[in-house]
């Protein structure tokens, strides 16, 4: 029989799996924490994982597993196939099965996971890596040619520098293996720059214009795609790039200045039609920030790049002198400031705004550059992101360049950032509640499958009825406590002597050693004296929990100005908490869905009478509680 490890922490579940499996297979529970010694112990044929644990990070526990036995198929159990199930896959596991599942499509993946031999490999399929930055939407492309301008302004006097942080550019927004560029000089293209690629190998490659790449650029004149070419010849001169895509770059008069060589997408994915027409872009507008850098070296300010270029840029852009007066202020400008240029023309830079005017001053002063600063300019109440760098001339700042653009807009999107962060607690709250009600529904559903033709059996009916129930009853405790968080408890409050409320708590828990007597400390307080009894009884069984033998629970209570403080200090080191955890969150990663739920219904009632809880976790595993109520006045 195939020996299959078990790695759950769920009673339940653990008990369902190991019933389910045990005429055909040899099941053992282990712990997640004691999995790697198990594994040495004596190696698995088949591990099946839990998709939730409360002591190690699934993705940690599944590499570590894959470190000691990389052949051995792994079955995860999951909420739903979505990004938790990708990465998944991605960290080498061989199959999903989602809760709560078929029993019999259960033992279908299992059977074809004890198939595999230990001298068969594990064949995977390639590690999908989703890039972040592909141009999948307006904003994202917004965000490349913003950078691209950017860097227009910091090198715009320097294509040696330019034409490299553009190729670094594309290739990492578009995640590509490699890109290289070639400059057109005379008849034939040669090797300028490029990233991941074999510069000895490309320096010393020429294609001339005898060459069918050469040939093919001139009379095309537009985009390559080599899985489109059907020329044998230009084939060859494309892989010797190991390019995928040939993206020329024409000037204004049609000529052609160079050509991008762009490799495969390490997400995997083809070069789509939006692709396509976003690299038509980049190729439109980058051939002319190119054919200008250069024009740029030879004069800086020529009108036809006043003309041309300033004006269709998609950022605003303003020159100033060395007196730091408007001298250039392109349309794009003026649109942005809601300015004509005749109205600033001559004007010091504090015409548009003493923030950015105090920022430019600030630049020159040190003869520092800027690069992406924010400012927001009170005059037209939007914010701005700005460069500023500086043309010299025998060794003094000539001219000032500043590019910038209206960027309100991200500002609103951080704001929305905000709100969203703050669904992020609900949503981890769902995450786990999935886990902690479809567990339950495994056993009940996986029984009831087996129901119908084992129903005869007493060893089945034993199981059935011991483990079902325990499920029933845990989903039962489980609804309950979350309408608990849910509704509006109605409080009967009275005053009472808290002192006593202790008490009367603590004898349920003997290791919980509070003071014998109030030492004088007014204890007197308006409460519902049987919902702080109960919120005691959570906070008291935690850290029962949590502590080892021979070990106490410890209560003080002191008078603080016109609040009574109870701290409960406890030095067990069970629950590996982290330092500076809320373990009064619903469904906090390392504890119990039932006793996360406790935590947090007792700081729901101490909070309903206007009191406070906080917890401190210490290093050595110490824990300290404390918890504030109002005084009554005397």
Known sequence: MKYVMIVVEEKGLASTLSFLLRDNFLPVVVDPSCVGESIIQRKPDIIIIDFLYKKIPLQVLVEQIRKLVPDVPIIALVESFGPVARRLMNLGVYELVEKPFDPEKFMYALNRASLYTEAEQVKKLPVVQFSEDRPSSDISENIFFQRLSELLAENFSEPSRLIPAVVKLIKNHLSLSDASFFLKESNKFRFYDGVNVDRTFLKNLRFSEKSSLYLRIISARSILQKNKIDDMHLLSEIELLKAEIILPLMSRDGEVLGFFALGKRLTGETFSCDIVKFLSDISSYFSILLEDSFLFQENIFQKEFQKIILENVPTGIIVLDKN??????????????????????????????????????????????IFREEVFIRQFKKWFGMSCNFVYQQGEINWVIIIFQDITFYKEMEQEQKKIEQNQYWEKVASRLSHEIKNPLVAIKTFACLLPEKFEEETFRTEFYKIVNAEIERLTHLVDKIARLSEKEGLVLNKVDCFDVLQKTAKKFPIVKIPVSKNGINTTINIDAGKIQEALEFLFDFCCKDIGENETVNVSIAEKASFMEIVVEEKGNHLKLDIGQDIFVPFSDYLDGLVSLNLAICRKIIENHSGSISAEIFPEGKKRFTIMFPLESQ
């Open 324 to 369: 730091c007066n408007i001298k250039i202020f392109n349309n794009q400008a003026g649109s942005i400031l809601g300015k004509n240029a005749s109205d600033v023309m001559d004007n010091s830079i504090e015409s548009i705004g003493v923030e950015m005017a105090s920022k430019v001053r600030e630049a020159i002063s040190s003869k520092r550059a």
